[in-house]
């Protein structure tokens, strides 16, 4: 038996196999496949585009995904959410479904769209959030580069967005935001009521969100002076609470922690001139709360 995954392909491809890096599995794939090689054999991988993996996940094609809350909301698949994982292409902030115009476009509401054309990948979605606002406009598919496709095709698009940036390129503006998303692991409802498949499933998600806590964190390992070993432990941020261990010389002893990249950047500088020594500060792969 074997756990049929679905991994996006696409812009989220190498983010996902970094994170999965970091968990413990290595995914390897040809630039032209499509069904990338794993180092388990439990897991079967499949690249999809993000759109469709909720789909076959609802259906059992497929046990369990990686796909955007915004996926799934637009299809309104019925499936089981095991953890969110929040990292996309560029940042680990959420992307925006945003109602967008041409700066020069008088719209500044979903009201002044009535009759008009709209242009989205989120075809159900948008048909749902105008539906919501007693809207009647026209939403057609788009294969893509809706930027480009406003003034001159459409009067507005529903697309996601994580910095704005290409937005504000095409002299786009926002009127509204539909939803925030991020990254959701999910399964299906059949394969989480098999207990051998839940039971990986479960083991994903440790690990996975483990990898997630441990992006932004380090280690930090130090020498004290016991003289001063309160004085530098004062340094530290409320609420962190290293790890003593006695040294062989009774006059010094072990110190160990972990914190925020940020927090080691400032910190080091302090630590030393207060007195310890031996800092070494380590990359984490994993954090398990």
């Known amino acids: 038996m074997k756990l049929k995954l679905g991994l996006p392909k ?3 491809q190498e983010p996902t196999f970094a994170l999965f890096e970091r968990a413990g599995y290595s995914f390897k794939v040809s630039s032209r ?5 794993v180092d388990d054999d439990t897991i079967e991988p499949i690249l999809l585009r993000p759109q469709e993996i ?3 996940i609802q259906d059992g094609v497929i046990d ?6 915004d996926w799934i909301e637009d299809a309104q698949a ?3 959410e095991v953890c969110e994982l929040r990292y996309s292409k560029l940042t680990n902030n959420p992307i925006r479904i945003v109602l967008a115009v041409h700066n020069d476009s008088p719209v500044q509401s979903a009201a002044d769209l009535q009759g008009k054309l709209v242009a989205s990948e989120y075809v159900r979605l948008s048909k749902r959030y105008f539906e919501g606002k007693g809207v009647d406009c ?3 598919f788009s294969w893509g580069a809706d930027e480009v496709k406003v003034p001159t095709l459409v009067d507005a698009i529903v697309v996601n967005t994580e910095t ?7 002299n786009l503006r926002i009127v509204d935001t539909l939803l925030e998303s991020t990254t959701r692991f999910v399964a299906s409802p059949a394969a989480w009521q098999d207990d051998w498949k839940r039971e990986r499933i479960e083991n994903l998600e440790i690990l996975l969100t483990g990898a997630m806590n441990a992006a932004k964190l380090v280690g930090l390992k130090m020498n004290l002076p016991r003289g001063r070993q309160t004085e530098i432990l004062n340094i530290l941020p409320a609420l962190k609470n290293p790890t003593l261990s ?3 010389d009774e006059g010094w002893v072990a110190a160990e922690v972990i914190l925020s990249e940020k927090e080691v950047r400032d910190l080091i500088p302090a630590l030393k001139r207060a007195g310890a020594t031996g800092l070494v500060e380590y990359p984490l792969n994993k954090v398990i709360y």
């Open 10 to 12: 696409g812009s989220l």
């Open 33 to 37: 496949s499509y069904q990338p090689i």
């Open 54 to 56: 909720p789909i076959y």
């Open 64 to 69: 369990a995904g990686l796909t955007g809350k």
């Open 78 to 80: 019925n499936v089981v």
């Open 138 to 140: 026209r939403v057609d």
């Open 164 to 170: 704005g940036n290409s937005l504000r390129a095409h």
């Open 246 to 248: 006695p040294l062989a």
